[in-house]
């Protein structure tokens, strides 16, 4: 058995395979964990591609090795709509790309937010000073 770090993105999971496991195998354990599917995905070790019908073992990887994941984008890049709440109660709707990363959601929400916080201060203030 070889515990093998899958990187490439913001989820960074450790896979446990036996050597006799082939490539393909692990592509199938990445696609359950992380969702992505098989065909779109890219396995490289030292910037070499890992070809579907090799085994873990033809590669004698160390335990904790990482192994690139890259994964090809949707066609078209199409973009998904998500619904975000503070816990102060703020709304909004932020479209984003199935590979916009989390730090740059939290960016704009903190921009967007930001705005109409003061928006909403100089809104009070204004109206409490008529």
Not at 5 to 25: C, F, H, Q, R, W
Not at 73 to 96: D, H, M, R
Request: proline share 2%; with cysteine; net charge negative.
């Amino acid at each position: 058995m070889v515990l093998l770090k899958i990187v490439g993105g913001e989820v960074i999971p450790e896979i446990e395979m036996l050597e006799s496991a082939t490539v393909l195998d692990l592509k199938e354990k990445i696609e359950t964990i992380l969702n992505v599917g098989v065909a779109r995905q890219t396995l490289k070790f030292k910037n070499q591609v890992l070809m579907n019908d090799q085994t873990i073992g033809h590669w004698n990887f160390e335990q904790h090795a990482s192994i690139v994941l890259c994964v090809k984008p949707l066609a078209g890049q199409p973009k998904f709509s998500i619904s975000v709440e503070s816990n102060y109660g703020e709304k909004t709707i932020l479209k984003v790309r199935e590979n916009t990363l989390v730090d740059e959601v939290k960016g704009r929400l903190d921009k967007e937010w930001f705005f109409f916080k003061l928006m909403g201060d100089s809104q009070t203030s204004f109206c409490g000073n008529g």
